[in-house]
């Protein structure tokens, strides 16, 4: 049995703000139960919800370093779907109306978080083989396996795996504070370590010290050893490419299917996508005040609203985007400039657009079960999980050829009736309008061939058992 620690900062059920929530919470249950113990750690954020916090079971507590602090330690326990979840708590850090807040302020607390995770092992009894770290939040692990603690019998062996979701996100601050929160000596402060330019850098770290480093898609990992993609740390990406492994996330299977799915109004398989899937457009068009019509292409978008998603692009051309012919419905919530455009256009087409500048599981769902199409058109992207939604839902994706977008959605061919969605090369809004535009005269003109794209993309694996398979070879190539 391979003992494998999942560290996070989020995971569905209990608290999400994107994406590596859905990976972290869907991923550990789909690995070979006889062959791997996988068991995840999380912070215990008092806005997670009642009904959650309500059922963790008290473990222990204890006092931890922390650079010169010494700060108390909580261990909380559950079990969910078969995998056990610990908690660490701590109110003086977790509490807040949100996972996250002032970079100066995450930093401590995920800091304190990562160390934590670590401390807690010996006391719960759990002696990882490998640790799996996700994200910037978590890039002090692999530093400290390396470091103060590899002199542990306990430690020593630990292996570490840096999993990158989003390169944007490094965690950043004053090397003084830096120090002074991690407790590590001046020797990791160096450029070739956590130095970074005048700061230090938490992910960096983690890239640096651990054994294996992924990210969630292969063109992802091939892009961010690039200066355009590389987020300044291209040039660590080529270093440690040897050991850069690019695995494409998948999702949930049964909390995403159109069949079961207790969101939606109208359950539908592959077989009865056709009659059925219309029946969600009209009930979402009535919810949501818009023309009431079933021919009408409905595109979708559910997003956090910032500069990654490729929203400036449809701001360029939203009022083409929206003729006639045309009914776009967004959900998001994010950056105010995004918001308050999405919401003139609301205003401005009225029966046209809908903007929903929230956040709701549930409209989510209905959003990819209705729509025709769904825009992604990102100015970079890991991996992305909605166009992966959209294809279980019968909804043909329009993306962006970047990261995951590229790897999950073939482009439609329509002399060899291939493809499961519509893609585009450049960051350029007219290339994007262009192939809505062909996207929307395929819908209307050419209903067979629309039908095609659909049944293929419902037709592609994205659920978990080819990529969890990739992970097991990856975590027994670091064990052998
Ligand atoms: P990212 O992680 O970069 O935000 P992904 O496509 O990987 O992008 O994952 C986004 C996840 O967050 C999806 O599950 C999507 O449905 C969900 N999501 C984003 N915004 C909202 C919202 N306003 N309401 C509900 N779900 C949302
Ligand atoms: C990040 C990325 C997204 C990816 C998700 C899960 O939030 O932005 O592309 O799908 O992590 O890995």
Known sequence: MKNILFVASESVPFIKTGGLAD??????????KSKYDV????????????KFKDELEY??????????????VGVMKTEYDGITYYFIDNEYYFSGDKPYGEIYYDMEKFAYFSRAALSILPVIDFKPDIIHCHDWQTGLIPVYLKGPFKDSDF??????????????????????????ISGLADSYFTHDKLGYYEAANLLKGGITYADYVTTVSDTYAEEIKTPFYGENLDGLMCARSGSLYGIVNGIDYDEYNPETDKF???NYTTKSVKEDKVKNKL????????????????????????????????????????????????????????????????????????????????????????????????????CGLSQLMSLRYGTVPIVRETGGLKDTVEP????????????????????????????????????EAWNGIIERGMQTDFSWTTSAKKYEELYDKLLK
């Open 155 to 180: 430690y020593c062996n630990i292996k570490s795996i840096m999993t990158i979701h989003n390169l944007k996100f490094q965690g950043v601050w004053g090397m003084q504070q830096v120090k002074d």
């Open 283 to 382: 009930a979402l068009q009535k919810e949501l005040g818009l023309e009431e019509n079933a021919d009408k292409f409905m595109i979708g978008l559910v997003s956090r609203l910032t500069d990654q998603k490729g929203l400036d692009l449809i701001n360029c051309v939203m009022d083409e985007i929206c003729d006639e012919d045309v009914q776009f419905v967004i959900l998001g919530t994010g950056e105010a400039q995004y918001e308050n455009m999405f919401r003139h256009y609301a205003w401005k087409y009225g029966e046209r657009v809908s903007a929903n500048m929230f956040y709701s599981e549930e409209l989510s769902h209905k959003i990819y079960a209705s729509c025709d199409a769904f825009l992604m058109p990102s100015l970079f992207e890991p």
């Open 264 to 266: 939606i109004i109208k």
């Open 59 to 72: 473990v222990t507590h204890f006092y931890m370093n922390l650079g010169w602090r010494n700060q108390y």
């Open 412 to 447: 439609y061919n329509e002399y060899e009736s291939k493809g499961t969605g519509f893609s585009f090369a450049n960051y350029n809004a007219h290339e994007m309008l262009d192939t809505i535009r062909y996207a929307k005269n395929v819908y209307y003109n050419e209903k």
């Open 39 to 50: 068991r995840v750690v999380l912070p215990k954020y008092m806005c997670m919800k009642d």
């Open 23 to 32: 990976v972290v919470g869907s991923l550990p249950k789909c690995f070979d």
